[in-house]
């Protein structure tokens, strides 16, 4: 079993930045790919970014790109959200994933997931 935790989430006003941070315990965290999805009131989960084992295939979302980067330290099992230019649609709860499979889009692509840690931007 995958254990995932995330955290860095906070309050933000519009056009400020933050740093969401993901780990992953009960399993080698150089063979997991993980993905970054929200949900936003009253919004369906979405895809926001995936990076593969090694960080050589890496997605975002049409909505985050140029705004956020996504990037992992094996050493340290993290992987990293930065969150830049924040804008108010950027409120959800964000939600770290993983998966011994390849980086995907879909929910279903992940078997692992985290509790979430709120992400709030004011405009």
């Known amino acids: 079993q995958v254990h995932v935790v995330e955290s860095g989430g906070g309050f933000m006003q519009a056009g400020g930045s933050l740093r969401l941070s993901c780990t992953a315990s009960?399993?080698?965290?150089?063979?997991?790919?993980v993905g970054w999805f929200r949900q936003g009131p009253g919004k369906e989960r979405e895809f926001v970014a995936g990076?593969?084992?090694?960080?050589?295939?890496?997605d975002y979302a049409d909505s985050v790109k140029g705004r956020f980067t996504i990037s992992r330290d094996n050493a340290k099992n993290t992987v990293y959200l930065q969150m830049d230019s924040l804008k108010s649609e950027d409120t959800a709860v964000y939600c770290c994933?993983?998966?011994?499979?390849?980086?995907?889009?879909?929910?279903?692509?992940?078997?692992?997931w985290g509790q979430g840690t709120q992400v709030s931007v004011s405009s």
């Open positions: 994933a993983a998966d011994l499979l390849g980086v995907g889009k879909l929910i279903s692509n992940y078997n692992y």
């Open positions: 009960g399993r080698t965290f150089s063979d997991l790919a």
């Open positions: 990076i593969s084992w090694g960080g050589g295939k890496i």
